[in-house]
């Protein structure tokens, strides 16, 4: 089944505590990115990816890291958590950016 | 930056109703997509639809590039069509995020 899958779903954490929520797709898409959804401010992008090895930021790319070493993993890493990261996060993929952009489950991240 | 709005906010309905949900976009687009945000939080892809009419089952969308405007058409309506609608768009410059409007809020009532 043609899917994107993130992990952890959910996630409670301390504050300045390094973590990774991963992301995967198995569609053999070249685009990949990352948006966060926040009540009263919507989904905003975070970082994106046009290939491996070619990153560049969205639109709110403060305190977050990405990589991009293989075609079908995204990980979104927050090296020094802040209570303001906690969020609904969400990753995407489509072949070019321009068609279809296929949305994983979404991982609830809150930070204490 | 293209800016989206969607109208209305919020819509209650009765099972069986039918309803027709706007975006307006500011410019011009490569992509545009309706998605269903559910309780739990999951946004299900319901078209892909920068241009043209497409429909799938009670669901249909229509887009007027020209104009810049999306419409999507709920008939029918159901408790389980209950969430958020978004709207999202894409503006024509290569890596720019897909831009969301602020929802469509949909309570249906059995």
């Known amino acids: 089944e043609a899917q994107v899958t993130q992990n952890p779903r959910y996630l409670i954490t301390v504050t300045g505590k390094k973590l990774t929520v991963t992301c995967s797709q198995n569609m053999n898409h070249e685009y990949m990115s990352w948006y966060r959804q926040d009540p009263g401010l919507g989904l905003r992008q975070i970082y994106y990816?046009?290939?491996?090895?070619?990153?560049d930021k969205g639109d709110v790319p403060e305190g977050y890291k990405v990589s991009r070493k293989e075609k079908r993993n995204f990980p979104l890493i927050l090296e020094s958590p802040s209570p303001n990261q906690t969020s609904l996060y969400f990753c995407a993929s489509s072949f070019t950016g321009s068609d279809t952009q296929y949305f994983g489950p979404g991982t609830r991240l809150t930070v204490l | 930056g293209i800016q989206v709005e969607q109208s209305p906010p919020d819509l209650i309905l009765q099972e069986g109703a039918n309803s027709t949900l706007r975006c307006n976009f500011s410019?011009?687009?490569?992509?545009l997509q309706w998605f269903h945000q559910n309780p739990w939080g999951q946004l299900i892809n319901l078209f892909y639809i920068p241009s043209g009419t497409k429909q799938n089952g009670r669901l249909s969308a229509t887009t007027v590039a020209t104009e810049r405007y999306s419409l999507l058409y709920i008939s029918s309506s159901q408790t389980t069509d209950s969430g958020v609608y978004f709207c999202?768009?894409?503006?024509?410059?290569?890596?720019?995020?897909?831009?969301f409007g602020k929802g469509t809020t949909l309570s249906v009532s059995s």
């Open positions: 990816s046009m290939n491996v090895e070619v990153t």
């Open positions: 999202a768009v894409r503006g024509n410059q290569a890596g720019t995020a897909l831009i």
């Open positions: 410019d011009s687009v490569n992509n």
